[in-house]
């Protein structure tokens, strides 16, 4: 039996515990059991590896308030100056949105009209690009800002439009950050700008005329925000959290790399520039020529290729011998890979660079890169922006007199994607329409074009074709019989 005076003093006191409070005991158990399991975590621990890591609990939105115009900002300005950035931003903008995003209405009548209105300059309030060209906007603002809006704006009958609807991108500066906390007397609250009710739906935003950077407002009135209900705004952006109620710049993660880059590859450029231009030093044992006394050669006035400058008392030359620095190459490739991660794109379209990738290689990070543009377009773009801007429309086309059938039968088309190896994506595509694994109307959409469309057009074609004489190896209704095209230009009568 183990003697009393070798039990240690902490386990007598736990012993007594829990003699004499048996449910504190248990609950000392409980917690100490949650704190080895929470130090089993490297990350819950603290020591010298963690010093300094100080992560805050706030919310999304507490988080945003305190930096999300000055990520903004500096997004844009890395865009402007930046080549990578501006590169990354139009690779996301002609992936997501490319040429345009083509929706089919069902209705025969509906699609005539919309297809038209979206085709023209008439859809665009400030009269400067079609529906694509509009998109294509918003997609480059919501990349590189974070979030853009898109505000609807309703035109008389007697303006002339077709329809009387016009779509206007706005920035997300319009939005009155300031606004935030409770709101009137029926339970509302505004967060950066959104008004919520008291469930927690969006009912309005806060938004300012006019651009609050703007070098030439209309009136002073333009910088006081106005309420603007929810239905007649669509607020595009990627939530990364629950809780978010405004979007952040995908380049946010990234904006110090793009910076520190940059001030590396300019002061390797003036390194490089300062050793091509000294290419001597001449000095001297003579005190007349000694720099700085007069009468003596001037020693540097200014940096010039070629230069040999005069500096000291003791005659002699020695020719500069640049030393190249080591690794600087294989270093920036390494900062550019990680700024291309960074922005969810690939090495090669961020750089331009296919030295460092095979054809395997290529096609593998393209597969993964079109896995994030098509999550971006069908489960953001589409039911944020798409099928808003299609709720919109119609409500103008009723005024308008056009009629309209279900949304929920439209079609949607997105941008072809470029084939890395034509003969054999084409292969594929055609061995899986013939199995059964996809259908025509599938494969075409993938294309960026309709069934629909396409019927039309191949009929037209078949039969200027055959008017002119012309049988192609594609035309299986005139081959099969062995026609030629003569055959095909002679009458009835004469078959």
Known sequence: ??????????????????????????????????????????????????????????SANAELAEGLSRIRNRARDVIRNNEYAKRAVRVFASNVVGYGITITPENKREQEAYLAWADSLECDADGSGNLAALLSLAANERFGAGEVLIRRRWRRLSDGYSIPMQIQVLEADHLDESRTGPIGNAGNFCILGKEFNAIGECVAYWLFPEHPGEIAGRSLRGFESRRVPAGEIIHYRYRDRPSAVRGVSELAVSLMRYRDLADYLDAELIRKKMEACVVAIVSSDKPDKALGLAGSDKGVEKMRPGMISRIGATESVTFNNPVPSAGGGEFTRHQLHALAVGSGI???????????????????????????VEQEQWLV???????????????????????????????????????????????????????????????????????????????????????????????????????????????????
């Not at 961020?350 to 054809?359: H, Y």
């Not at 589409?382 to 086309?397: D, G, H, K, N, Y």
């Not at 890395?420 to 075409?444: F, H, M």
């Open 1 to 58: 039996m183990q003697h009393s005076a070798h039990i240690a003093p902490s386990t007598r006191l736990e012993r007594a515990i829990e003699y004499v409070a048996p449910s504190w005991a248990l609950r000392r158990s409980i917690a100490r059991m949650g704190l080895d399991m929470a130090r089993g975590y490297d990350a819950a621990k603290s020591g010298r590896r963690t010093a300094g890591w100080n992560a805050t609990s706030g």
């Open 346 to 372: 690939t090495y090669a379209q961020l750089t331009g660079d296919m030295s460092q990738a095979n054809f395997a290689s290529n096609r593998m990070g393209l597969i993964e890169f079109r896995q994030m």
């Open 381 to 495: 773009l589409v039911p944020q922006v798409l099928q808003r801007i299609r709720a919109w429309w119609q409500e103008a086309a009723v005024l308008a007199g056009v009629p309209v059938g279900p949304r929920a039968k439209d079609k949607y088309s997105m941008p072809r994607k470029a084939q890395v190896d034509p003969l054999k994506d084409t292969t594929t595509a055609k061995e899986a329409i013939r199995g059964g694994g996809k259908t025509l109307s599938e494969w075409l959409r993938e294309e960026g074009t309709t069934l629909e469309a396409y019927i039309e057009e191949r009929k037209k074609e078949q039969a200027a074709l055959r008017s002119a004489g012309i049988v192609l190896d594609t035309d299986a209704a005139t081959t099969e019989l062995g026609l030629t095209g003569v055959d095909l230009l002679k009458t009835p009568q004469e078959a």
